[in-house]
């Protein structure tokens, strides 16, 4: 009999453990649209950051349902995810204005934002200094704008467009220099409006940029620690020079 109770409460305590008992399978994940990270496909959301995502919470026994993931403007989803419990918002910015008001997993993957001119114009941009020289279009209010606002550029620095379309567009007749995006999103934008990617050349990198995940700050601490340590683990290099992380992604990584 003792055995019994002894084995029952292992049990229990192995359950708590793995599960989150305020939020397991009920979480609601927000994200702007910011391929190749997320990305709208018909009903659903995919992309790198939606697929690390599912592998995580599937492996710390908290799987999500993908039909959860909306897509909303990103203050829509940073102001629900700091107001609201029991929500997950996906390629979120960790910085002294964020920290207090969330829990962290990551940074999960890191972009790239960058300066994409046309080849034939034969830009040279050795230093930042030099980007005073040149008109940059921007998407107002994108995750790459606040990027290099917060990097020393001011607003009337930039060419502030309504969309990603509309900035393309100058670009593409010469009505700017630059545009303002992330080395693996621009490549997809580009398809979208018939621009040949061979065209175009990453002139300047202007930021390395970690993504993480941000947690309501309801969430279980315990779930937390086990997200961080899953994606450390994942994220170990292997014998064959790659990790698991890597191989999860699969092609979406390339």
């Not at 398809?191 to 175009?200: F, R, S």
């Amino acid at each position: 009999m003792t055995h019994i109770k002894l084995s029952i409460s292992s049990f229990i305590a192995l359950l708590l453990l793995t599960v989150s008992p305020s939020h397991a399978g009920t979480f609601k994940i927000m994200t702007a649209p910011y391929p190749p990270y997320t990305v709208s496909n018909g009903l659903k959301v995919k992309g790198l950051s939606v697929t690390a995502l599912v592998t995580l919470m599937e492996m710390c026994g908290t799987p999500i349902d993908q039909k959860k993931i909306k897509l909303t403007p990103w203050a829509y989803a940073y102001e629900c995810a700091a107001r609201e419990p029991g929500q997950i918002l996906l390629n979120a910015q960790r910085d002294s204005t964020t920290e207090r008001l969330y829990k962290w997993v990551g940074p999960v993957l890191n972009t790239q934002v960058v300066l994409i001119g046309r080849k034939k114009d034969k830009l040279f941009i050795p230093t930042k200094a030099h980007l005073k020289n040149y008109r940059i279009a921007s998407v107002r209010w994108s995750r790459p704008e606040k990027t290099l606002l917060a990097g020393g550029m001011h607003p009337e620095d930039l060419k502030r467009s309504a969309s990603h379309v509309q900035a393309l567009r100058q670009l593409d007749r010469g009505e700017v220099d630059l545009f303002a995006y992330t080395a693996k999103g621009a490549p997809y934008l580009m398809a979208g409006l018939g621009m040949q990617e061979k065209d175009y050349i990453i002139y300047y990198t202007f930021e390395d940029e970690p993504l993480y995940f941000a947690f309501s700050k309801d969430t279980d601490d315990k779930l937390i620690h086990r997200l961080n340590m899953t994606l450390k683990e994942l994220k170990a290099t292997g014998r064959d020079g790659t990790s698991q992380f890597e191989k999860i992604l699969g092609s979406q990584i390339h």
